[in-house]
């Protein structure tokens, strides 16, 4: 069986590319509606030691860790625990923004603290998109500035009263953002560099607008894992 770790648009084309061939498409199970494609199941597995257990009980013989390029926890698990088990593994990750353009003028950050102190001196109104589980964290450092908060879905806690909650899930078009940006006179952009086509047109709006972009780096890749950067490569890789 091949177990594939999810929760990207990259996930569901592999697993609809493998569909009907022994495999298994896993979420995390936090999305109350999820897109997903295959064979699924949901939630988590208990840590490295639970996904080794999950590994040995049912064969699984590869695991394509496509999930996103911020899930650095489920990638480090799926490292630990193909590594004890002694099951194959390839990170499926899309590359980066670090091409754009622009990106030499971007503010490169390592984490959410520094992102949001960051924006906090660039100022607003701040374009800030780094997920719902994030959001929160910048409502200390971010409560006094204008913010647009995009999110897939709302987050557990309240957010500070003078931000604009906007829930929406991409992808999303350049005239889109452009409305978007112009409607809030957007000046600061706040974004994780996830990579890949979907959100890609925010970061060529900032560019276009002469914004501001405070861009936090991915986590380190687990070494010795081999990787790949598409779809079709990943399928290169399996066959
Ligand atoms: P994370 O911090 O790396 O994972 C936290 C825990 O969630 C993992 O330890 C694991 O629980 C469980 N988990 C994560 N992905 C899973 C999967 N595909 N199947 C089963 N369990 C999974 O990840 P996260 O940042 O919270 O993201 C959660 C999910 O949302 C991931 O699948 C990711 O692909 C997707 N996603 C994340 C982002 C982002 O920016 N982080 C953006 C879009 C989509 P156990 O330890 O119990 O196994």
Redesign the pocket.
Known sequence: MIL?????AE?RELASALDGRGVVH??????ARPRAEGTV????????A??AEYLRDNAVRVVVD????????????AAVACAEVGVRLVRLSRPGWASHPDAHRWHWVDGHDDASATAARLGGPILLT??R??TPAYSGELAGHRVVARV?EEPDVPLPDPWTVLRTLGPFTVDGERALFDEHGIRTLVS?D?GGEHTVAKVDVAAERGCSVVMIRRPAPEPGVPEVASVEACLAWLS
Not at 41 to 48: E, I, L, N, T, Y
Not at 66 to 77: C, K, S, Y
């Open positions: 594939i770790l999810g929760g990207t996930g896993s979420l995390a199970g936090r999305t199941r949901s939630g988590g597995f208990g840590g490295a639970g996904l496509a999930t996103h390029p911020f899930a650095g926890r489920m990638t480090q698990n780094v997920g589980q994030h897939a994780k996830s």
